[in-house]
């Protein structure tokens, strides 16, 4: 009995350890990508997102001014 509760220790910490680096990985990704400004801008609101490249064009493009694909509207 006391192996079973001793595993069952042993396995709750190894979640909450997980659970811990799933928390600090996530914030570290918010912040990397809080730092990094993508050069050709970082909303799309107001544009047709490539479905090809994912990058913005203006809603008068008919085509992606990056790649060339066909946009939809
Ligand atoms: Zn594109």
Same mark, same amino acid.
């Given at each position: 009995?006391?192996?079973?509760?001793?595993?069952?220790?042993?396995?709750?910490?190894?979640?909450?350890?997980?659970?811990?680096?799933?928390?600090? &990985? &996530?914030?570290?990704?918010?912040?990397?990508?809080?730092?990094?400004?993508?050069?050709?801008?970082?909303?799309?609101?107001?544009?047709?997102?490539?479905?090809?490249?994912?990058?913005?064009?203006?809603?008068?493009?008919?085509?992606?001014?990056?790649?060339?694909?066909?946009?939809?509207?």
């Amino acid at each position: 009995m006391e192996q079973t509760t001793a595993f069952a220790l042993i396995v709750a910490a190894v979640i909450g350890m997980f659970g811990l680096l799933f928390i600090i &990985r &996530r914030q570290r990704h918010e912040v990397e990508d809080a730092g990094r400004e993508s050069p050709f801008g970082v909303s799309t609101e107001g544009m047709k997102v490539c479905p090809k490249c994912g990058r913005g064009n203006l809603w008068t493009d008919a085509s992606c001014i990056y790649c060339g694909t066909h946009l939809k509207g």
